[in-house]
């Protein structure tokens, strides 16, 4: 069985989304905080996690007091990862560099549809230009 996209939790938004992908699109972000880093670890509305989950935060749904994951096991970074703002993004094509290279130099492990949204995102995104503390883990403790 070869490895398609989903391994590299590619996403595109329902409609039309310009946050698509950023914390305050995220049903676990509420003003600042998230609910699985916990109330210690302050989550700007423009960062980014592996965790995202796309919808609105339900104040019915009871906050975690305790952390779930730390941000270096989310992977949170201070920076937009749609792929628009990615280093391997082909914008006149709108396909990902980074899977075709996988399907041309693996074709017997990969089968990754180059073919991406520009406001798509995926956790191998990188940073197409330095933007504050772009690339690294936010250590926000």
Same mark, same amino acid.
């Given at each position: 069985?070869?490895?398609?996209?989903?391994?590299?939790?590619?996403?595109?938004? !329902?409609?039309?989304? $310009?946050?698509?992908?950023?914390?305050?699109? %995220?049903?676990?972000? @509420?003003?600042?905080?998230?609910?699985?880093?916990?109330?210690?670890?302050?989550?700007?509305?423009?960062?980014?996690? /592996? @965790?995202? +989950?796309? /919808?609105?935060?339900?104040?019915?749904?009871?906050?975690?007091?305790?952390?779930?994951?730390?941000?270096?096991?989310?992977? @949170?970074? &201070?920076?937009?990862?749609?792929? $628009?703002? %990615?280093?391997?993004?082909?914008?006149? !094509?709108?396909?990902? !560099?980074?899977? $075709?290279? @996988?399907?041309?130099?693996?074709?017997?492990?990969?089968?990754? &549809?180059?073919? +991406?949204?520009? &406001?798509?995102?995926?956790?191998?995104? +990188?940073?197409?230009?330095?933007?504050?503390?772009?690339?690294?883990?936010? $250590?926000?403790?």
């Amino acid at each position: 069985m070869k490895i398609t996209r989903d391994a590299f939790l590619y996403m595109e938004p !329902e409609g039309d989304q $310009e946050d698509f992908g950023q914390c305050s699109s %995220c049903r676990m972000f @509420l003003r600042g905080t998230c609910s699985l880093h916990g109330q210690n670890i302050p989550v700007d509305d423009d960062d980014s996690c /592996g @965790l995202f +989950v796309p /919808g609105t935060y339900d104040p019915s749904e009871k906050k975690h007091s305790q952390p779930s994951v730390t941000p270096a096991e989310s992977g @949170l970074v &201070d920076r937009q990862v749609r792929c $628009e703002n %990615c280093a391997y993004f082909e914008a006149d !094509e709108s396909e990902c !560099e980074l899977f $075709e290279t @996988l399907n041309e130099c693996h074709p017997d492990m990969f089968l990754l &549809d180059p073919n +991406v949204k520009p &406001d798509g995102c995926c956790n191998a995104q +990188v940073p197409r230009e330095p933007q504050g503390r772009v690339g690294a883990t936010l $250590e926000k403790m």
